[in-house]
């Protein structure tokens, strides 16, 4: 569930039939399904909080990125580039081997005469760096092998392990890189290593290509762009608000409040009536978007793209 825009309290504010806490679980429910609905619809994020994403250079001076209004920029790497290799190399034993990295390590799975044997005993916290994952691979047995490219004792050895996970930007998903058959065959893990320093940031969303002196690789004029490429730049950036925006806060309690005042009826009657008495009708909404006083509320707030490859 995403973290709520709201808490419980907040939004029994704009519900006034409430007066305990009885009803503290249902709000939850609701603050998390409406959220999520807000979160889609706005096409942001709004929570403080660090990302760490994959951007494809544009060609262009500026890079937009997924999240805003920018807080901080701690890290702009470029040029993925093979830093571990792995492999089975015990072809009679296993018909199929492959590698995957995880947010908590290496996957390394073989299947043997029909048996599928799945590693996970190689994590990033009990393997620091990359050339103590390449020694923890090695000593697996079972025809595993691995090698830091280049010396043992280079750069790239002593690089953090963990730095080969890059977490999904979309989705809660667990593995960046992988299933990598490695079946006789070498799988290439790859890491962006070269850090970018001729950049600045703009808080509204983008990060802008300076004068980059400290970037020999880019010194011509002409390169004063984010060079074209496939997930060639790997960013960290914290974004969001540290407190939500007022408006927000209330788009998501008026959401709840209505979502909650439905659970007090049945939801398939529309309109009820006693001759004489009473005559009620209730609006079905639009299922693809949030009703109006909400949608008023945050329209400041959507996110309008035109044109990105970045999603």
Known sequence: MSTGLID???????????????????????????TDAIQKWCRRDFALRLYDELYNGNGDRRLLLRQYPIQSVESVR???????KIQ?????????????VTSTGLKLVRVASGVTVNDTSITWSANLTLQAVVNAVSALGNGWTAQVVGQADGDYGKFP?????????????QTSQGGLTCRGNWAEMKLHTYELQGYQWDARGWLLRAIPYTDPELLHPEDLIWPIGINNFRIQYTAGYATIPEAVQ????????????????????????VPGTISQTWGTGDPMNPPPRVRSLLAPYRRH????NQG
């Open 8 to 34: 419980i309290e907040r939004a029994k504010r704009n519900i006034q039939a409430i007066t305990d806490n009885t009803q503290d679980t249902l709000l939850g429910v609701l603050i998390g399904a409406c």
């Open 305 to 308: 793209t035109i044109d990105t």
């Open 161 to 173: 392990s963990a730095d080969l996970y890059v977490p999904p930007s979309y989705g809660d998903g």
């Open 78 to 84: 470029y040029r993925p580039v093979t830093v571990v």
């Open 250 to 273: 209330e788009a998501c309690a008026t959401w709840v409040a209505e979502r909650w005042y439905e659970t007090q009826r049945d939801v398939g009657v529309i309109s009820q009536s």
């Open 88 to 100: 089975n190399a015990d072809q009679a034993t296993n018909q199929r081997a492959f590698v995957q």
